[in-house]
Each structure stands twice: as C-alpha cells, then as structure tokens.
DNA sequence: TCACTTCCTGACCGTATGGTCAGGATCAGA
DNA sequence: TCTGATCCTGACCATACGGTCAGGAAGTGA
C-alpha cells in the first residue's frame, strides 16, 4: 500500500499540508479547538508530531486556516445567489449549495459552529469585513427582489440567518439527527428529501411560491 | 458587599452548587468542555478549586449536570404545543417560548450544542430516549394537524429541525449576529422583530398561515 | 459544653500538552 | 560529485492541568 515514490518539492509541501488540515478538520470538529491535541492531529494524519509543527508553526495557526477553509467554501457556493433572476431559483439553489456543504464537509461547519459559538476570537476580522460586505450585498439583493414583488416583504438579514441555521443545522448536529433517524446516517433519498422539505417551507415561507 | 450572615446546612449547598453551575456554564459555553478549565470555574465562581471538586467530584460529573440542566429547560419549554388547538397556536408559541430560551440561556444553549456537536460523549442515552421519544410525539402531533388539514402536508421530523436550528440559531451565533448588527447586542425591539420574523417566515412555511 | 458532621482550602502530585532543537535524510542544481 | 536548501524526527523541556489529601473551620444537635 506504499504509494512512496519519489515527489517533487512543491508536492511534497503541498501535499503534506493538504493531509495535515484535512486531519486537523475532524480532530478540531470532533474534539474543539482546547480538547484538540497537535499529537491526535499527526495520528490521525499519520506524521509525526514535530512535523505538523515544521509546516505549521503552532496549534492557533493550523486552526486558523482549517477555519478559512469552510468560510471560503461558503462564499464561493453564493455565487448562484447573484446570478438568478429572482428568488426561487436563488435562493433554492443557495439552500441546495449549502445542504450539499453540510454533507460534504460537515466537519469544517462544525469548527466554523464552534469558533462563532466561543466568540470567534481567531475570525473575529473575517466576520466584520468580509462577511459584513457580503451580508449587506445580500440583503440588498434581497430587497430588491421584494421590491420588485417577487416575494413577501420578509427582513433580508433574518431570511439569512434562516438559511445559515437550517442548512448547517444538518452539519452541526448532524449526530442528533442520525441518532434521531434510528441511529443510521441519512440515505441519499433521505438527504434529498431534507433539501425539499428545507426548500419547500423557506421558499413557501418567504411567499416565493405559492401551493 | 459581604452577605456572609451565617446559614443552614442545606442552603449552603445549594447555593454553592448553583453558584458553580451557573460559573461552569458561562466558561464551558465559552472555551468547550476540553477548554475550560476547573482553575478558571472556580475564579469565575469565586471560589477555591478545591471547592469544586467537594461538591463535583470531577470535571466531567460539572459538565453532564450542566448539559442535563438547559435539556430539561427546552423540555419544559415545549408543553404549550401539546395544549394548542392548532399550528398557528402550538408552533407560533414554541417558537417564542424557544426564542426567550435563545435569550434567557445562551450559554446552555451553546453548550448543548458543543455537546452534540462532538458526538454527545456524555448524553448520548438522553438522545436516544427522552429526546428520542420527545420527538415522536411531537411529529405526531404535527401529523395529526396536517391530516386535519390546519397545515400543509411537510415533514414533521424536517420542521423540527427547523424550529430547532433557527431558534437555536440566534443563541449559538449570537456573537456572530451581534457582529452584523454593528457589535452591539439585539435590542428588546429587535428581538421582538427576529421572533416575528420567525413565527411569520415558518406559520407561512408550512401553509398555517396565509398572507 | 461536647461530640459529630459538613464544609472548606493550601499545598501537593502525576500526567499530558504545546512547542523546541540538534542532527540526520533527501532532493535540486551545478 | 559536491553544496546548499528543504524536509523530517526522536528526544527533550517548561508549563498547566485534573485531581487528591491532610487538616482546619464552622455549623448542628444534645
């Protein structure tokens, strides 16, 4: 099973730090960034522990970039939002972005969940800038969609925090609902069958669609 | 400010005991349980450490009390659904009932959903019966409005989840939601507004209401 | 007052953690 | 082949943590 052949430098790097962060996602998710230790992180990545720290200095940094991760993948699924011609599609192939994120990186909501939850203090300049900006140009865009009736006159920014709980809530506490689904993880039909139903009651809710 | 008049026996356990609650709670809502550390509890408490560690023998016994506690909150929370002619009554006052918890209690909140969020170590049996029975009577009970047609034909597993997650939401993201509101706390009257956008967004969701 | 129970705490201990470092292995380019 | 840069790692260190314990303080009931 040893695929050990001979790398380039620029691999070598890139790769290990691939293997590192993606290690460091699940431990972080599963144990918190304090229950975290840099020595489960290189077992599970499979290095040894003075490694991790030749590629990433301390504990804080190889954190904050799993962080970043998720909030990059997060803002690159928005990217449907802007270019619809109303909320249906928009905001439908929103929620159908970020319920596929949930499921296939339910670790990196989790740390995202976490470091907001104990008061963000390694993003706390991410969250003002960039997801600021981004917030209000949504909103906007939102806005404008009610102005132009094509939905209830519902408030933009409690629409979004709809959107974020409800679609990452299948990340977050993706263990209750297992457990709650007689402890088996959900099935494909059973995951598409969230998106509707998320779908259908936002979209239903927000007066997108009528039925 | 000494209030050190002398008291009985009984009193001074449980004042100590909710004192170190309470103290537990803030600091494991704010560095999770693998961050927070008994030294920091007793400081917060204002008590010695040794102290804790006679009334809660050990680190974990503190965390399971504290998790227990904002379980039973939700729990009790949820009876004026059973008691409601209908949707509109029975969701319209959990959702609030849930939206006061998010307000009154976020520390226990976030606990609770660190907790689950790392695989619910330590109350995993809670998952699987209370909550677990818990859940299916309320699905039930949904199931029984929808084929008396007071609502539309939704899911009733996928809109508790949904009341869960968005009510939830503004406890466990509520710096994050502090933040886009300027850095400065919801107002009574903005709270007041998330709970109406809420209640309108979901009745509307789920055809309870139309407008 | 006295015996008894509960309450309290400074000092201590074994362990595990994040991080360091010297020195070796491997690769790139000349 | 030689030189230098990058990569790798076992062994080590200072610190901080959860938890213990002996012994004193303070209530309690007779």
Known sequence: ?????????????????????????????EAGFGGATMQLIADVAGLPKA??????????????????????????????????????????????????ISRSHPCGSKVWASEVMHGAPVIQDYLETTLRNWTMGRA????????????????????????????????????????????TPLTDAQWQAAKDSVKGMILRGIGAVTS
Not at 1 to 13: L, N
Not at 68 to 76: A, D, S, T, V
């Open 51 to 100: 490694n991790l720290h030749y590629y990433f200095a301390t504990k804080e940094d190889l954190y904050r970039r799993v962080v970043q991760n998720i909030f990059e993948i997060w803002l690159n699924a928005a990217g449907s939002m802007d270019r619809a011609p109303g909320p249906v599609e928009g905001i439908g192939s929103y929620i159908d972005a970020k319920m596929d």
């Open 1 to 29: 099973m040893s695929d050990a052949r001979p790398q380039k430098r620029t691999e070598i790097r890139q790769q290990n730090e691939t293997l590192i962060l993606q290690a460091a996602e699940k431990v972080f998710a």
């Open 140 to 183: 906007a865009l939102i806005q404008r969609w009610i102005d132009e009736g094509k939905m209830a006159p519902v408030d933009p920014h409690h629409l979004l925090y709809m959107l974020w709980a409800t679609t990452q809530h299948y990340a977050d506490f993706g263990h209750q609902i297992e457990t709650l689904n007689g402890g």
